[in-house]
C-alpha cells in the first residue's frame, strides 16, 4: 500500500520556521518527482514547491521563494519543507505528493496534510 505521511506542521508566530517531512512507503519515490501542496478552506490548492528526483530542478511559486526550501533525501524515501520568515498567509494544511512526470505536471500519490498556522 503506497503511504505518503506528513509530518512537523503545527503552530508557529510570523517570522518563525518550521520543517515539514514526508515519508513515502508502499514504493520506491527515488525516481519520482516529489511536491509540497496547500489548500486554504474554500480556496484552491496551490503548487507550493517541487524537486525532481535527483534535486537538480526545483520550482517555487512565487510567494515562497527565497523562504522555503524543497529537498530530498531518496535513500530514505524522504521529501522535506524549509519554511522560514512564515507570515499569516501561509497558514493552510500543506500536502506531500509524488508523481511519475514532470515538475508541473499532474501528481498520482497524496499524503494526508498536515496544518500549519502562524500568528500574526
Known amino acids: 500500500q503506497v503511504q505518503l505521511v506528513e509530518s512537523g506542521g503545527g503552530l508557529v508566530q510570523a517570522g518563525g520556521s518550521l520543517r515539514l517531512s514526508c515519508a513515502a512507503s508502499?514504493?520506491?519515490?527515488?525516481?519520482?518527482?516529489m511536491g509540497w501542496f496547500r489548500q486554504v478552506p474554500g480556496q484552491e490548492r496551490e503548487y507550493v514547491a517541487g524537486?525532481?528526483?535527483?534535486?537538480?530542478?526545483?520550482y517555487y511559486i512565487d510567494s515562497v521563494k527565497g523562504r522555503f526550501t524543497i529537498s530530498r533525501d531518496n535513500a530514505k524515501n524522504t521529501v522535506y519543507l524549509q519554511m522560514n520568515s512564515l507570515n499569516p498567509e501561509d497558514t493552510a494544511v500543506y500536502y506531500c505528493a509524488a508523481g511519475a512526470g514532470g515538475l508541473r505536471d499532474e501528481y498520482s500519490f497524496w499524503g494526508q496534510g498536515t496544518q500549519v498556522s502562524v500568528s500574526s
Open positions: 508502499g514504493r520506491t519515490f527515488s525516481s519520482d518527482v
Open positions: 524537486i525532481t528526483w535527483n534535486g537538480v530542478k526545483t
